[in-house]
């Protein structure tokens, strides 16, 4: 099945600085890379996503890079506010049979006031 | 809506025990997967179920099993409860028409 690694497992900013997770896949077909934000006791919700016909998707503070060749995309905050603080995940679809998400093993993100 | 539910939110199991945990889907979703989620990792993928059978499964025992009912809504059944079990479990649910996937506040298991 698909292999979704991420790194880095912890990261911490000071407010108002970036931050950038990333996230390699293995399986070429994927194509479609979500991201989610996990805070403390919550169910994980959906930030943004990008298809491989895109390389680049911006949301406000908040973007997405994919490069297919190198099978690697990015999650970029920038503005970093202290609300920002969670689990951040990134997915791979795997586009085959059944169509699941495969997921990173997560980056705690701590954005310290 | 109220989106993807779940139920019970807690649940304290001992050895041995079985498990059964439910899954409303989001309105107009018909496919339902449900998740293992360990203490500070990655929900890892059990299986899947569209159109009342298990469409794909993960690397997961055969202790684990589950079904969907013609409304949709799913069951996941845990036989042998181990330790090891413990874990938050999501469901997610989504439309065949579409990738995004929206989770439920999951069913937090623990085994003693």
């Known amino acids: 099945g698909e292999n979704v690694e991420q790194h880095p497992s912890t990261l911490s900013v000071q407010e108002g600085d970036s931050a950038v997770i990333k996230c390699t896949y293995s399986d070429s077909a994927s194509n479609y890379f979500p991201w989610y934000k996990q805070e403390l006791g919550k169910r994980p919700q959906l930030i943004i996503d990008?298809?491989?016909?895109?390389g680049e998707k911006k949301d406000q503070r908040i973007a997405v890079t994919l490069n297919k060749t190198a099978k690697h995309f990015s999650l970029h905050i920038t503005e970093t506010q202290p609300e920002d603080s969670a689990v951040y995940f990134c997915a791979a679809y795997y586009q085959t049979g059944a169509n699941n998400l495969f997921f990173g093993t997560g980056t705690r993100l701590t954005v310290i006031p | 809506d109220a989106g993807v539910t779940q139920s019970p939110t807690h649940l304290i199991k001992t050895r041995g025990q079985q498990v059964t945990l439910r899954c409303s889907p989001k309105?107009?979703?018909?496919?339902v997967s449900w998740y293992q989620q360990a203490l500070g990792q990655g929900p890892q993928f059990i299986f899947q179920?569209?159109?009342?059978?298990?469409?794909q499964r993960g690397n997961f025992p055969d202790r684990f099993s589950g079904h969907q009912f013609p409304n949709y809504s799913s069951e996941l059944n845990v036989n042998a409860l181990l330790l090891g079990d413990s874990a938050l479990y999501l469901c997610a649910s989504r439309s065949t028409v579409s990738t995004e996937a929206f989770f439920g506040q999951g069913t937090r298991l623990t085994v003693v």
């Open positions: 179920y569209y159109e009342e059978e298990e469409r």
């Open positions: 309105s107009g979703h018909d496919t």
């Open positions: 990008i298809r491989s016909n895109v």
